[in-house]
C-alpha cells in the first residue's frame, strides 16, 4: 500500500539511499518530509520511496526513487511515479534519471532533456580564496531555474558581484551547489573548494554549461556519473548558462 512517509520513516529511509551508494544523509531525509509532506511516499517499511518537492505551484521535482534490493521487480518504482503523476498539483514535473530509470520515465511521458554528470574532487589542497557570505539572489535563481524554488535556498552562501552558491554535507562527499551565477563561477567554486579542501566534494553540472566544466576541471574535480534531465508537461525555460551547479538529483 502506497503510503505518506513520516519523519519516523527517515532512518528506514536512510537506509535505502545508503544501500544504492547515494549521497543523502539522515538530515537530508528530513529536509525532504518537512517540505513536501503530501509528496513524499513510500510502500511498506518502506521498501520503495520517491519523493516530490513542489515550486511555487509549477513545477514538481520528483528524486529519492529507491527500492530495497529484496523488493525490486514488483512494480513499486511505477506504482510511487503513478501516484506522484496523477496527485502532483502542477503541471510540469522534472526530474534526473539513470541510465536504469529512464526507459521507465520514458513509458511515462517523460522526455529526455540534456544530460547531467556528477564530478568529484577528491581531499586535496586548495588556494586559500575567501568571499564575503550574503544570501541567495532569489530573483537570480527564479530567472534561471525557471520555478520558485525560494523554499530551499535557505542559509547564508558564498556570494560574488554575479551570484552566489551553498553547500551542504553529504554521506560519501560535500556537496557544492545550488551555484547560480551569470558570470565565471570560479570564484564561487574556489571559494567553496578552499573551505572544504580537506573533504571529497560532489558537483553536478550540465555538461553544456562550458565555464562550469572548465572551472571544475581546473579544480581537480572530474566526472564520476552521468545522469538525463527530464520533464513531463509543459517545458520549463532553465538558463543552463547560468546554472553552474545543481541543487542535488533530489532537488533539480
Not at 12 to 33: C, H, I, K, V, Y
Not at 48 to 60: K, P, Q
Not at 63 to 84: D, F, I, K, S
Request: with cysteine.
Amino acid at each position: 500500500m502506497i503510503r505518506r512517509l513520516t519523519l519516523a520513516d527517515v532512518p528506514r529511509a536512510f537506509e535505502l539511499s545508503a544501500e544504492a551508494g547515494w549521497n543523502q544523509t539522515r538530515e537530508d531525509w528530513s529536509r525532504l518530509l518537512r517540505l513536501a509532506p503530501e509528496t513524499c511516499l513510500g510502500i511498506g517499511a518502506p521498501e520503495s520511496t520517491a519523493t516530490a518537492v513542489i515550486y511555487g505551484g509549477e513545477l514538481a521535482w520528483i528524486g529519492m526513487v529507491l527500492t530495497t534490493a529484496a523488493a525490486r521487480g514488483q512494480g513499486n518504482a511505477r506504482r510511487l511515479m503513478t501516484r506522484l503523476i496523477e496527485t502532483a498539483p502542477v503541471e510540469t514535473l522534472g526530474l534526473d534519471a539513470t541510465a536504469a530509470g529512464q526507459p521507465i520515465y520514458e513509458a511515462l511521458g517523460f522526455v529526455a532533456e540534456q544530460p547531467v554528470e556528477r564530478w568529484l574532487r577528491p581531499p586535496g589542497p586548495a588556494e586559500a580564496v575567501e568571499l564575503p557570505g550574503g544570501l541567495p539572489d532569489l530573483d537570480l535563481d527564479r530567472a534561471a531555474f525557471g520555478a520558485d524554488r525560494a523554499e530551499i535556498l535557505t542559509g547564508a552562501c558564498h556570494v560574488d558581484g554575479h551570484g552566489f552558491a551553498l553547500g551542504r554535507p553529504g554521506r560519501v562527499a560535500t556537496y557544492f551547489g545550488p551555484a547560480v551565477t551569470t558570470g565565471d563561477p570560479m570564484p564561487l567554486a574556489k571559494a567553496f573548494v578552499a573551505a572544504h579542501a580537506g573533504e571529497p566534494i560532489f558537483w553536478d553540472l550540465f555538461p553544456a554549461n562550458e565555464r562550469a566544466v572548465r572551472a571544475a576541471g581546473e579544480l581537480g574535480f572530474r566526472p564520476a556519473r552521468k545522469l538525463m534531465r527530464m520533464f513531463r508537461g509543459r517545458p520549463v525555460r532553465q538558463r543552463v548558462e547560468w546554472l553552474a551547479a545543481l541543487a542535488g538529483f533530489e532537488f533539480g
